[in-house]
């Protein structure tokens, strides 16, 4: 039963480029959440998502970033026009009722 | 106050020593409570969940106290390899409220 997939692992963009996170859950589960976590600080809660639907966004910056989950295909966090405060590793995890979250193992973000 | 608060941190401590972490929650609703350890650049991994009985599994303990709305994590034997940040997980409702404490950095020294 493979695990949470995250790709790329590592992202580098350039100031005012686009970045494009994607997030496989694992086998079964409906429920995908987001975490940000920047150099030697905790993880930040972003969004969490079930198939379709954003069901908390109260993490995510308003301006620039979005994230969905379509019905086919992998959870995608989106971040336009990046800045350098974007550099951090991003975390998703999955989640299906009663259990625990299991984390992918990120993408790691550079801003050049 | 914070939803989750944890020990500040960082405990550094020789190999051997039994170190203890405290965690306490502020929704007294919390359903279900989990310990996961962070390893440096790595992605957050289960340890253990945390029973109303309290749980052991090897050197690790956990316990709750839900009158006191606290969850503690002791390791035993402390190994080198256990050096990581240790994250208290608090799941509010069974369902998609997952709140994670700051962490508590742990150095087992030689």
């Known amino acids: 039963n493979a695990g949470v997939m995250q790709n790329p692992r590592h992202l580098v963009r350039r100031r005012g480029q686009e970045a494009r996170l994607r997030c496989s859950p694992m086998k079964g589960h409906s429920h995908v959440y987001w975490y940000r976590q920047l150099p030697e600080e905790g993880l930040k809660f972003m969004v969490y998502?079930?198939?379709?639907?954003?069901?908390?966004e109260s993490g995510m910056p308003k301006e620039r970033f979005s994230a969905e989950f379509p019905k086919e295909g992998p959870s995608i966090l989106r971040i336009q026009q990046v800045v350098r405060g974007d550099s951090a590793a991003y975390f998703c995890?999955?989640?299906?009722?009663?259990?625990?979250?299991?984390f992918g193992p990120g993408t790691r973000l550079t801003v050049l | 106050r914070k939803e989750v608060e944890q020990d500040p941190g960082p405990f550094n401590v020789p190999e051997g020593a039994t170190v203890a972490f405290n965690c306490t929650y502020s929704n007294s609703a919390s359903q279900s409570f989990f310990w996961y350890r962070q390893d440096c650049r790595k992605e957050p991994k289960l340890l253990m969940s945390?029973?109303?009985s309290g749980n052991e599994d090897g050197r690790f303990t956990a316990q709750l106290n839900r009158a006191s709305q606290y969850i503690s994590l002791l390791i035993r034997d402390s190994k080198l390899s256990d050096s990581a940040t240790y994250l208290c997980?608090?799941?509010?409702?069974?369902?998609?409220?997952?709140?994670f404490g700051p962490g508590t950095r742990l150095s087992v020294l030689p």
């Open positions: 945390v029973y109303s």
């Open positions: 995890a999955s989640f299906e009722s009663y259990n625990e979250q299991f």
């Open positions: 998502l079930q198939k379709e639907n954003i069901i908390d």
């Open positions: 997980v608090v799941n509010m409702d069974y369902g998609q409220n997952f709140v």
